[in-house]
């Protein structure tokens, strides 16, 4: 961190308050956020801090970006999927042409289109070479035909990158990443938000492409059977990202435990005066601050462009695994008062599972890990 960090800390943790903090509940019932908080943030340039200004980004760092995820996750929010947008965003930059650059980036930047990736499929989780969406060349582009599930952002979503075979007999190498523009898109179907254990607010989706036609230059990149590759490339980004939200997740865990064990009393005594909440939380903060000198070593190797898949994958698991433990000790702490909704420490501890499933299985970030020894 930095004067300069700090200063847009100040102005991301006022827009959360007033635009995100507020509408948690509604957006919970809804199951989506609202389209207007996406031209907001466009606005306020926090979509995507960290890609380059002449693409419409705000020119910062991976720094600024994890700022901004920081701040969301501080204030409770698990619906504003920036997350996923930036990664998107990424995947175009890094990969993409110059005119996919010019073209989407811009939009993107501005929250005129929300992006998602479509990887998952009813058969194919974490095993991306096992997917049977097929995206097949016709004499005027591709023809896209297969179904997507858990996708994030599905429901807004107006840029999908879609992982699809363009060779399916070419295993890994016949994978390729597909832009797809879904207004006025033919054949594109979005089916049920899904109800999950928690992340009530993210539109989570199931979608359907049926014969969705797209144009010759929808191919990420512009070469067929780079798909594999490019997702392997970007995927320590996201992995990174998971990281940055595990530990702030972790910090307000804390933070509130610490707050209530203050204030509740048992036995004619306050519970942060008991030595097993002492000693419970003395672990917790020894562990959060052990993450936290973690991520900002990841921060900064992403920052100076030498994060790789193995760290990244330590990242994920680690951390991850480790918000989901501490947010666990918390909840213990607060007893029954733990087990309701309408403290903030319930919906965390139902908010953090998936952290260990999305962005692939802690399994296979330790598979991935112990490929390097």
């Given at each position: 961190m930095n004067a300069e960090l700090d200063t847009f800390r100040d102005a991301i943790r006022r827009f959360v308050a007033a635009e995100v903090a507020p509408h948690q509940e509604r957006w919970s019932q809804q199951q989506?956020?609202?389209?207007?908080?996406?031209?907001?943030?466009?606005e306020m340039g926090m979509l995507l801090a960290d890609i380059p200004v002449e693409y419409g980004g705000s020119g910062g760092s991976f720094a600024h970006q994890a700022v901004v995820f920081e701040e969301l996750i501080y204030a409770g929010d698990m619906a504003f999927g920036i997350h996923v947008h930036a990664i998107v965003a990424h995947y175009i930059l890094n990969q993409g042409t110059e005119a996919q650059k010019q073209k989407y980036l811009p939009l993107l930047a501005s929250g005129e289109m929300v992006a998602a990736i479509?990887?998952?499929?009813?058969g194919a989780g974490s095993?991306?070479?096992?997917i049977r969406s097929t995206a097949l060349r016709n004499e005027t582009g591709y023809r896209i035909n297969g179904s997507k599930i858990f996708i994030s952002n599905g429901y807004l979503a107006d840029l999908i990158v879609v992982v699809a075979k363009t060779s399916p007999d070419a295993g890994a190498k016949g994978i390729s990443l597909m832009l797809v523009e879904t207004r006025n898109c033919p054949g594109f179907k979005v089916g049920r938000i899904l109800e999950k254990i928690g992340q009530k607010g993210q539109d989570t989706c199931e979608l359907f492409f049926d014969d969705v036609l797209v144009p010759a230059d929808a191919v990420l990149g512009g070469i067929e059977g780079e798909g594999f590759r490019q997702l392997m490339t970007e995927l320590p980004y996201e992995r990174t990202i998971l990281g940055v939200s595990?530990?702030?997740?972790?910090?307000r865990a804390l933070q509130l435990t610490v707050e209530h064990v203050r204030q509740r009393k048992a036995f004619g005594q306050a519970l942060i005066e008991m030595q097993n909440t002492r000693f419970v939380l003395a672990e917790i903060k020894t562990e959060a601050t052990i993450a936290?000198?973690?991520i900002d070593r990841c921060i900064t190797d992403m920052m100076e462009g030498r994060m790789d898949t193995e760290l990244a994958s330590m990242a994920k698991y680690w951390l991850?695994?480790?918000?989901?433990?501490?947010?666990?000790?918390?909840?213990?702490?607060?007893?029954?008062?733990?087990?309701?909704?309408?403290?903030?420490?319930?919906?965390m501890y139902a908010d953090a599972r998936v952290q260990r499933i999305y962005g692939g299985a802690n399994e296979i970030m330790k598979e991935i890990i112990a490929r390097s020894l």
């Open positions: 989506h956020v609202d389209r207007e908080l996406w031209h907001k943030g466009g479509a990887m998952s499929e009813p095993d991306l070479k096992g595990a530990v702030a997740a972790i910090e936290r000198t973690f991850s695994d480790l918000q989901c433990k501490v947010i666990d000790q918390c909840l213990q702490l607060f007893g029954g008062y733990g087990y309701m909704l309408e403290y903030p420490i319930a919906r």
